[in-house]
């Protein structure tokens, strides 16, 4: 997936927090940064540090750069300036607040390609640019269900249409816990293992319950019913199940598997629905053990390890 933005709308965006100052190459404010994550192994990268045999769309010029430049003859520099000022690149940033020289300025004017300085080291420049890029242009997916903030971690609750997710939600909420997405969450992969789910701009806050219509969580619970994203942990499926489907589910180990969203494994359980099962604590439960099985505790493997000592103790 193309992603793009221009140099001055990412100017606009990130000018107060990375403290720039658009130097030279004004001109250029229109070029498009263009980014396609995982399409071309040989393709630019985003952001890095001054690299001319694999150049960046956005190439980070430090102390020890400016070093390696003035050391060079007057026609390797050239020939340097040249590179670093291609096609290749769309935007060069200055970090340190560093003097630039005047040749580089000159360069950018005449190549159109702006250039500007932050009081921010190298390193610092790049990783906010990275994640800017992973947290607003990375690939994404529009799944149906309720997305909750679960005992500290992100948990998606899914089913079928008028199985009671909402109305599961709206019993979590009072419980404590927090609305992130109701219907249509969005996910991005923002990270190898890592994906974020966020609401809609126009659905934030919001949640249809049967009967009730629409309601308000900000308004009706305060602030802190509501969170803005949270990173997908755990999937909740709810299913209605017949006697025969209830008998085939482990007594010991659940209903328990994995979904695939954007290349990442999620663990998924299901939960089945019946009259006078209370969700919301088994969600409750089900994050919970969710958290013990990161730190690496599995309760059916510690309930077979008692039932092995009793059985030696016995015999």
């Known amino acids: 997936m193309n992603n793009s933005l221009t140099v001055s709308e990412l100017y606009k965006a990130l000018a107060g927090k ?16 263009l980014f396609s994550p995982g399409s071309d192994p040989h393709a630019s990268s985003l952001v890095g540090h001054l690299n001319f045999i694999h150049p960046h769309r956005i190439q980070t010029i430090g102390s020890t750069e400016l070093r390696y430049l003035e050391g060079l003859e007057v026609d390797f520099r050239a020939k340097a300036l040249d590179m670093l000022f291609s096609e290749h690149t ?21 190549a159109g390609i702006p250039l500007f300085r932050s009081p921010l080291p190298s390193y610092e420049l790049i990783n906010h640019l990275q994640y800017f890029y992973a947290h607003n242009y990375s690939e994404r ?6 997305f909750m903030e679960v005992i500290g971690i992100g948990v998606l609750i899914t089913g079928k249409s008028a199985i009671g997710k909402s109305e599961l939600a709206l019993e979590l909420i009072t419980r404590g816990h ?23 701009p126009l659905l934030r806050g919001f949640l249809e319950v049967r009967g009730l219509g629409i309601i308000n969580v900000h308004a ?31 007594r010991l180990k659940g209903s ?14 299901t939960l089945p ?12 439960a089900a994050a919970r053990n969710h958290i013990l099985a990161q ?15 009793q059985i030696e103790r016995d015999s």
């Open 18 to 33: 990375l403290e720039l100052s658009w130097i030279a190459g004004k001109g250029g404010g229109d070029r498009q940064i």
């Open 90 to 110: 769309d935007m060069v940033l200055i970090s340190e607040n560093l003097e630039i020289p005047d040749d580089i300025l000159q360069r950018a004017e005449e």
């Open 141 to 146: 997916i529009t799944l149906h269900g309720v």
């Open 178 to 200: 927090r609305l992130i997405a109701d219907d249509t969450p969005e996910f991005a992969r923002v990270a190898p293992d890592l994906i974020m789910g966020t609401c809609p």
């Open 220 to 250: 009706m619970f305060g602030d802190t019913a509501v969170k803005q994203d949270k990173y997908l942990r755990l999937i909740i499926h709810l299913a209605r199940m017949s006697s025969e489907e209830l008998a085939q589910i482990d």
């Open 256 to 269: 328990h598997d994995s979904c695939n969203i954007l290349g990442v494994d999620i663990p998924r359980v």
């Open 273 to 284: 629905v019946a009259p006078g099962r209370n969700l919301a604590v088994l969600v409750e």
């Open 295 to 309: 730190r690496g505790y599995d309760a059916s493997e510690a309930f077979i390890e008692r039932q092995r000592e």
